[in-house]
């Protein structure tokens, strides 16, 4: 599956965003979903999960209670609502999925998507 993101932004501390990550070809609904993020000179880590079988998901700890993540399988679009952005936040955030997925235990993601600045500065 091709995944495209988008919906990055230069925002200030506190704004919100929301990216989206759209499906060419392919349907979501059987794959978990997950949002990476890259900070220069850090390695990517997982932000958040949404899984294919019973929509479980997983946050890392310093977004959970401000991002959440969805899908709309009709638009083959997946988001990251993002609020209450922090200047450690600024990142370029990348979606993946893995067919008939899980979050947990963690796995290697087939697809991905290109990446998508989120810049979090006053």
């Known amino acids: 599956v091709q995944l495209q993101a988008s919906g990055g932004g230069l925002v200030q501390p506190g704004d919100s965003l929301r990216l989206s990550c759209v499906s060419s070809?392919?349907?979501?609904?059987?794959?978990?979903i997950a949002w990476f993020r890259q900070a220069p000179g850090k390695e990517r880590e997982e932000v958040a999960c949404?899984?294919?079988?019973?929509?479980?998901?997983y946050y890392k700890d310093s977004v959970e209670g401000r991002f959440t993540i969805s899908r709309n399988n009709a638009k083959r679009t997946a988001y990251l609502q993002m609020n209450s952005l922090k200047p450690e936040d600024s990142a370029v955030y990348y979606c993946?999925?893995?067919?008939?997925?899980?979050?947990?235990?963690?796995?290697?993601?087939?697809?991905w998507g290109q990446g998508t600045q989120v810049t979090v500065s006053s």
């Open positions: 993946a999925a893995k067919v008939f997925g899980v979050c947990r235990p963690p796995g290697p993601y087939t697809d």
């Open positions: 070809g392919f349907a979501l609904d059987y794959y978990a």
């Open positions: 949404l899984s294919s079988y019973d929509d479980s998901t």
